[in-house]
C-alpha cells in the first residue's frame, strides 16, 4: 500500500494564480482532511470529508474549495491564491471517525505564494 | 469549540533522562487522546493512543490520562537522539481532531 500520496511536493505561486493540491488513497478510508500548518504552529484543519459526495468546512476554509467524486482521491483547490497561503498542507485519511479516529498523514505539499 | 494546548518548548533533555511532555484540553467530552510524532520537515505519525484514564505503555512510551484533570501527558524513557522531533497532541471524539501546537524534543547526546 502507498497509503497517503500527495503531489505535487512544492510548488511556487504568484499572487491571483490558481492550483489544485491532489491528494489520494489506498486503504478504502471514508474520512479524509486537507490541513495547514504554519511554520511553528500545530494543524489547522481546511475542509474534511465522510465520504463521496460529502463534504464540509473546517477551521479555515475560506481561499479554497474541494470535492469528493471517489472514495480515494480528495483534491483541494486554491483559486485566487494569496500570500497568507502560504504554508504546508497536509492531507490525512482515516478509517473511523470519532474516539478512534487514527489519521494516516501525507507526505505534504510545500506552497509558497510571492 | 475544543482547544489544545502545549507547552511548545523547546524541550531540551540529555540521553537517556525521562523526556516528560503535557496536554491540557476543554471539551470535557473528549474520551480518547492521540500523540504524534513529526520530524521537521515530515508530515505527523501515530505514536500513542489512549482512550482510558490511567497509563498505557508501548516500548519506551507511556501515555498517561487523567480525565477528571483534562490532561494528558507523554513520557519518553530512555530518550534517544532519535526521537528529537515535535509532538503533537489531539483529543478524539466526534467531529475532527483538533492539534495543539506541539512540543519541540530536543534529545542531546
Known amino acids: 500500500n502507498a497509503g497517503v500520496t500527495q503531489t505535487p511536493k512544492f510548488r511556487i505561486l504568484k499572487i491571483g494564480q490558481s492550483m489544485t493540491l491532489q491528494c489520494t488513497q489506498d486503504?478504502?478510508?471514508?474520512?479524509m482532511y486537507w490541513y495547514r500548518q504554519d511554520p511553528g504552529m500545530g494543524l489547522k484543519l481546511i475542509y474534511y470529508?465522510?465520504?463521496?459526495?460529502?463534504?464540509d468546512k473546517g477551521e479555515v476554509p475560506n481561499g479554497y474549495n474541494v470535492s469528493r467524486s471517489t472514495t480515494e482521491d480528495f483534491p483541494l483547490r486554491l483559486e485566487l491564491a494569496a500570500p497568507s497561503q502560504t504554508s504546508v498542507y497536509f492531507c490525512?485519511?482515516?478509517?473511523?471517525?470519532?474516539?478512534?479516529?487514527?489519521?494516516?498523514f501525507g507526505p505534504g505539499t510545500r506552497l509558497t505564494v510571492l | 469549540q475544543k482547544e489544545v494546548e502545549q507547552n511548545s518548548g523547546p524541550l531540551s533533555v540529555p540521553e537517556g533522562a525521562i523526556a516528560s511532555l503535557n496536554c491540557t484540553y476543554s471539551?470535557?467530552?473528549?474520551?480518547?487522546f492521540f500523540w504524534y510524532r513529526q520530524y521537521s520537515g515530515k508530515s505527523p505519525e501515530l505514536i500513542m493512543f489512549?482512550?482510558?484514564?490511567g497509563d498505557k505503555e508501548d516500548g519506551r512510551f507511556t501515555a498517561q490520562l487523567n480525565k477528571a484533570s483534562q490532561y494528558v501527558s507523554l513520557l519518553i524513557r530512555d530518550s534517544q537522539p532519535s526521537d528529537s522531533a515535535t509532538y503533537l497532541c489531539?483529543?478524539?471524539?466526534?467531529?475532527?481532531?483538533?492539534f495543539g501546537k506541539g512540543t519541540k524534543l530536543s534529545v542531546k547526546p
Open positions: 490525512a485519511s482515516s478509517y473511523r471517525a470519532g474516539d478512534y479516529n487514527e489519521q494516516f
Open positions: 486503504m478504502n478510508h471514508n474520512y
Open positions: 470529508s465522510v465520504g463521496a459526495g460529502i463534504t
Open positions: 471539551d470535557r467530552g473528549s474520551q480518547s
Open positions: 489512549i482512550y482510558s484514564n
Open positions: 489531539a483529543p478524539g471524539g466526534q467531529g475532527n481532531l483538533i
